[in-house]
């Protein structure tokens, strides 16, 4: 069966400092992955989403971004973080199906805190 | 973009209650999902539903692809119920990616 594995749950980092949240997916071949953010409220915001390795699509101009080294790898990474980078970041995978998005899965999060 | 909106914002029942939630979305999409965050973050998913009527235990959805919305309704609530409920459809033109709603927060009470 297929899993997904992200972390660090959880982080506290100062403003300035670097970042790397890591995403790997088991149990099936070339997923599109995505990583999502979501601040204090409730909305889920696509941030990248690759269909392939080193194929990155950004949807929002930020300081962050994301690397997929490997098939089932998708990085999320800053050089220096801002105070607005806190949130909830999720990684989830889905396989396409032609025309179809596929059912999208979701990691357990990760937690990060910009002091 | 698609636009996704979903209602009620935010819902307070008591334990054993039933309700209904709404997705609206503002074109034609072939899959629809239905997630529950729950109190920890993390996002479960309940129904794969492009149309048609599913039910899982005290769960059931129903999406009218034609008419551009989804139900999900529960029944005899919970309060492992409470959380947020999201919906996501594929955004317009691409099979790559999937637009949120910006939720239903439920609370169930004793």
């Known amino acids: 069966s297929q899993t997904i594995h992200q972390w660090p749950a959880t982080l506290v980092q100062p403003v300035g400092s670097p970042l790397s949240l890591e995403c790997t997916v088991e149990?099936?071949?070339?997923?599109?992955l995505y990583w999502y953010r979501q601040a204090a409220g409730r909305g889920l915001q696509l941030l990248f989403y690759?269909?392939?390795?080193?194929?990155i699509s950004s949807e929002v101009p930020q300081n962050l971004s994301a690397s997929r080294p490997q098939d089932r790898q998708f990085i999320l990474s800053s050089k220096k973080l801002l105070l607005s980078d806190s949130g909830f970041y999720l990684c989830?995978?889905?396989?396409?199906?032609?025309?179809?998005?596929?059912?999208?899965?979701f990691g357990e999060g990760s937690r990060l805190t910009v002091l | 973009g698609i636009q996704v909106e979903q209602s009620p914002p935010d819902l307070i029942l008591q334990e054993g209650a039933n309700s209904t939630l709404r997705c609206n979305f503002s074109?034609?999409?072939?899959?629809l999902q239905w997630f529950h965050q729950n109190p920890w973050g993390q996002l479960i998913n309940l129904f794969y539903?492009?149309?048609g009527t599913k039910q899982n235990g005290r769960l059931s959805a129903t999406t009218v692809a034609t008419e551009r919305y989804s139900l999900l309704y529960i029944s005899s609530s919970q309060t492992t119920d409470s959380g947020v409920y999201f919906c996501?459809?594929?955004?317009?033109?691409?099979?790559?990616?999937?637009?949120f709603g910006t939720g239903t927060r439920l609370q169930v009470t004793l």
């Open positions: 989830a995978w889905s396989v396409a199906v032609g025309v179809d998005t596929g059912e999208l899965f």
């Open positions: 149990g099936t071949s070339n997923p599109n």
């Open positions: 690759s269909v392939g390795i080193g194929q």
């Open positions: 074109d034609s999409v072939n899959n």
């Open positions: 539903i492009p149309s």
């Open positions: 996501a459809v594929p955004e317009t033109g691409t099979a790559s990616k999937l637009t």
